[in-house]
């Protein structure tokens, strides 16, 4: 029963490999320096609660503004691909961003451009990361189903 049971696996993903070959776009691919996998290089950020608990709340709205904003320039740019905040939890984990960089110091050059980083409202861990070249396209995608921005 195992020996079916694999022969139907490997027959399946067999099939399934032969059905993804076929939508293969080459030209998409090129374009998003997508590897054989259809992956690439990025460098993921973590945003974590920073040193400074003093900022007033008129401080931290001002702050927070020019957050989005460079947010949203970053992004524009095609530097910046996901980018979100967490919802509450115990860890001190704020947001993450996806950067479409190849090294963290890239990265990290953007990062320090963010109000929020540079007021230690937030500090930034980074690291590289090997994701899905088709994620460089949900900017453009949001931006089809946004209708209030931030």
Known sequence: MKKILLCLLL???SLWAQKESKQFNEKLAKSLNADKYGMRNYVFCLLKTGSNTEATSEEKAVI???HMA???RLSKEGKLIVAGPFLGNSINYRGLFI???ETV???QALV??????QAKIFEAELTPWYGSAALQEIPHIHEQITTTKF
């Open 64 to 66: 927070f503004k020019g």
């Open 112 to 117: 320090n451009t963010d109000p929020a980083v």
């Open 11 to 13: 027959i399946s993903g």
């Open 70 to 72: 460079n947010i949203e």
């Open 99 to 101: 950067f479409n960089v």
């Open 105 to 107: 110091e890239e990265a």
